[in-house]
C-alpha cells in the first residue's frame, strides 16, 4: 500500500487469489465454530470486545496517524 499524495511505499503486501480468500472464510469459520468465542458466554465476549475498545483508544493517536497516511491527507483533516 502506498501514501496517494506522495506515492511514498507504506507497506508491501501480497494480492490474494479468489482461492485464497476462499481458504481464509473457510479456516475463520472452522475457528468461530470450534474456537474459545463459540463457547464463551455473552459476558466473556463483551469483556474482550470492551478490552479491544480500551486499545483501541489507548492506540488512537497512532492509529489515526497510518490512516492519515493511508488516506493521503493531512493528519487534521484525516
Not at 507497506?11 to 476462499?22: M, S, T
Request: contains cysteine.
Amino acid at each position: 500500500t502506498y501514501n496517494p499524495a506522495t506515492e511514498d511505499v507504506l507497506a508491501v503486501v501480497c494480492e490474494a487469489q479468489e482461492e485464497d480468500i476462499d481458504v481464509a472464510v473457510k479456516a475463520a469459520r472452522s475457528a468461530f465454530e470450534s474456537g474459545p468465542w463459540a463457547e464463551m458466554t455473552t459476558a466473556e465476549r463483551a469483556y474482550l470486545i470492551y478490552k479491544l475498545a480500551d486499545l483501541i483508544e489507548e492506540h488512537g493517536e497512532e492509529l489515526a496517524q497510518l490512516e492519515a497516511l493511508d488516506n493521503g491527507k493531512p493528519y487534521q483533516v484525516a
